[in-house]
């Protein structure tokens, strides 16, 4: 489950698109207080070799038995927008995008994320994980016997240098923290290559096929399924 969250950019970010690190800003900004560059997810600078992972552009994701993998696609512009991770019956769904340099995201977008859901009768409750303050948000949704009931989702996200990646938890990982075990274990391990391009705060960083998608996985590679097309994902920009 996504929902779409409204601009709340600050006037001097949208008026000046960020700009590229240099080598000392980086590392400065990898050791951050949070030990992130230390227990992930992982800067593309903080890591040795990109080989074993299956590279999706702006992400790099560990293989795992059982994992599957669903690349979303905006219907409008036919970009890759997010990734879906499948496993165990629960789902985690990945995007990434650039960050200022100065400052992180994260406390912005959940009061944005706070709103969205409060807009739509639905509830948010602020509660600290393993990856620091996650929300847990419940929006209204009719259940097969036609009562009432409520949707779950949890929302993780992590500020990285110069980059902020958002991660929604579905399926039983989003209440059961046991079932969201697997799923979190994948989420410490992902990589996420910025680039060095200037980019307005929020943008998202492009997603791709992989480049050997059509080939036949190797065993404990995740598969990777057709692309998903619809309106539902949105930028938190």
């Given at each position: 489950m996504v929902f779409?969250?409204?601009?709340k950019a600050k006037k001097e970010q949208e008026a000046e698109p960020d700009a590229p690190a240099s080598p000392e800003e980086s590392a400065d900004e990898a050791t951050d207080a949070s030990g992130r560059s230390v227990t992930g997810?992982?800067?593309i600078s903080e890591?040795?070799?990109r080989d074993g992972y299956v590279d999706l552009g702006a992400l790099l994701i560990a293989p795992s038995e059982g994992l599957q993998l669903r690349l979303e696609v905006e219907e409008a512009t036919q970009r890759v927008v997010a990734v879906t991770m499948d496993l165990n019956g629960s789902s985690l769904q990945l995007q990434a995008f650039a960050a200022p340099k100065s400052e992180g995201l994260w406390d912005e977008i959940r009061e944005q994320i706070g709103q969205s859901v409060g807009s739509q009768g639905g509830q948010v409750e602020e509660v600290q994980g393993q990856f620091?303050?996650?929300?847990v948000a419940k929006l209204p949704a009719g259940a097969a016997d036609g009562?009432?009931?409520?949707r779950v989702a949890r929302f993780v996200g992590i500020d990285g240098p110069r980059w902020f990646l958002r991660g929604v938890l579905g399926g039983a990982a989003a209440m059961d923290r046991d079932a969201a075990?697997?799923?979190e274990a994948l989420f410490r391990k992902i990589v996420v290559i910025r680039g060095d391009s200037p980019m307005p705060p929020r943008d998202l960083l492009q997603l791709r096929l992989p480049k050997d998608a059509s080939t036949t996985p190797q065993?404990?590679?995740?598969?990777?399924?057709e692309p998903?097309?619809?309106p539902e994902i949105t930028q938190i920009g």
């Open positions: 779409g969250l409204g601009r997810p992982f800067d890591i040795a070799s620091g303050t996650e929300l009562s009432q009931g409520y075990a697997p799923l065993p404990g590679a995740p598969a990777l399924q998903e097309r619809g």
